[in-house]
């Protein structure tokens, strides 16, 4: 049975009761048939903007899109988007309609949505209105357009990589004619705003069928990163991998945890293979390729405008995730300071999908893992010092032992610190002081 949350069934109802005709639509319909938990919920209805706004003039109205039919109105907190019924005129720029004309027809209505799965209307009392077909593909898992493939994607050129992005979230194939659509328009992507197109990438990478869809759209997401393109078919002639390059991504991405970071870093911790590869004593190698891949993954993530945090955090992955960290608490120490416990746990993830996805003697590396995470969680757990921050003693007190402010200062704390992470001495404030007047003796 499908769910309708009550402050959707009390907008319906308020609509119906004033004489128009109203359905919830799109993605909350598609979600619920599923059985999967809907974030939001639009509506659509025959009433023009101002009509809804006076139907619902008791209750806290915003004008998110009036020129396009759309008001959200605040029931219990609960936003929900109520758009009259319309017809799009043509789409200049693949992303927006010039303009629109109202209706009083669904049939209408739905004929400009998507796919046909987001085209299912439901009332009130649950009733569904499928004019194209949309139940059908939904038991079928089937992402069709409505109508015309070409047509709507001419449209809105973001539909392209919408359509890949739910064939990867709800493991539907796409069916035929619209598959082959998104290949002979993929190029109208690049009049898409990057912002768009980084918002719909990270839902893609962090659905479920991320890895098959990969491996299947590459040519559709080389569109927008043409630096993915080298990798397709890339050998890498190494007896630790059996994957080319862009499989050993893609498995990688499915082995990392779903968060955004996550599966960024995983995209692209390999993109820099293609071009350090030699050829050496039988085996294909890869020197340097972290750090390329850092600088590569850099310049994507300003161009697709991604946020500072996601930036800085993707490319500092990718730049040490080959790095080997020893099987001993000093050296863990080091690298929680060095890169933060944060960062040091998302590098331990991104290894595990790393080698996951690479040739099953590599597997014994997951045990060593699962040792150094102990290591770190012990030393967490037991808060022992592996920061400056986390010393007994601070700059003002070697001042007031009688050392002069600067430089000194630093390279002092800094030799105490290595000397407590490796166990020398312990992070007590007599012993370091100590130490301290010591070594400038």
Same mark, same amino acid.
């Given at each position: 049975?499908?769910? #309708?949350?009550?402050? %959707? ?13 109203? @359905? ?8 619920? #048939? ?48 109520? *758009? *009259? ?35 299912? /209307? ?11 077909? =949309? ?39 796409? $069916? ?5 659509? %998104? ?14 197109? /980084? ?13 098959? %869809? #990969? ?27 059996? @994957?080319? %390059? ?30 350090? @590869? ?8 890869? @020197?340097?390729?972290?750090? *390329? ?32 960290? $020893? ?14 416990? $944060? ?23 997951? /045990? ?7 290591? /770190? ?28 402010? =600067?430089?000194? #200062? ?12 490796? =166990? ?18």
């Amino acid at each position: 049975m499908m769910r #309708i949350p009550e402050e %959707v069934k009390t907008a319906l109802k308020m609509l119906r009761e004033s004489g128009y005709e109203a @359905y919830m639509i799109g993605g909350c319909v598609r979600d619920s #048939i599923l059985g999967i938990p809907a974030k939001d919920h639009d509506i659509t209805t025959s009433a023009l903007p101002e009509q809804t706004e006076r139907v619902f003039r008791d209750f806290r109205v915003v004008e998110t899109g009036i020129k396009h039919g759309t008001v959200t109105v605040l029931i219990n907190k609960m936003p929900l988007e109520i *758009t *009259t019924y319309r017809i799009d005129s043509q789409y200049s720029d693949n992303r927006r309609p010039d303009s629109v004309t109202f209706t009083k027809s669904l049939r209408e209505d739905t004929a400009r949505r998507d796919f046909t799965m987001n085209a299912v /209307a439901i009332d009130e009392n649950g009733d569904i209105v499928d004019h194209h077909g =949309g139940i059908e593909d939904i038991k079928n898992k089937l992402i069709r357009c409505v109508g015309e493939p070409d047509l709507r994607f001419r449209e809105d050129a973001l539909r392209i990589l919408r359509a890949v992005r739910f064939s990867s979230k709800l493991g539907f194939e796409i $069916e035929k004619d619209t598959k082959e659509a %998104v290949f002979r328009n993929k190029e109208l992507l690049l009049n898409i705003s990057s912002e768009r197109i /980084a918002s719909e990438l990270v839902k893609l990478l962090c659905g479920k069928n991320a890895r098959s %869809v #990969i491996i299947e759209y590459i040519d559709v997401l080389g569109v927008v990163i043409p630096e993915l393109l080298p990798m397709k078919g890339f050998e890498q002639n190494n007896i630790h991998h059996i @994957y080319d %390059v862009l499989e050993h991504t893609a498995a990688a991405v499915e082995n990392a945890p779903a968060e955004p970071v996550m599966r960024l870093a995983a995209l692209f911790h390999d993109i820099g293979k293609p071009c350090c @590869y030699s050829f050496k004593d039988g085996q294909g190698h890869f @020197y340097g390729h972290a750090g *390329t891949g850092a600088d590569m993954t850099r310049i994507i993530l300003n161009r697709l405008k991604f946020d500072n945090y996601t930036k800085d955090t993707v490319t500092k992955l990718v730049k040490i995730h080959d790095v080997q960290i $020893e099987e001993r608490k000093g050296a863990v120490k080091r690298c929680l300071n060095k890169h933060t416990p $944060e960062i040091f746990y998302m590098l331990l993830d991104l290894k595990r999908a790393d080698t996951l996805a690479q040739a099953p003697m590599c597997f014994e590396r997951l /045990a060593y893992l699962d040792r150094i995470k102990a290591i /770190a969680e012990e030393i967490l757990d037991g808060e022992e010092c592996f920061s400056l921050k986390q010393l007994e003693i601070n700059g003002r007190d070697l001042i007031a032992s009688g050392i002069e402010p =600067g430089k000194e #200062i630093g390279s002092i704390l800094s030799d105490i610190l290595e000397k407590v992470i490796s =166990g020398e001495l312990p992070n007590e404030r007599s012993a370091l002081l100590e130490y301290a007047a010591a070594s400038r003796r």
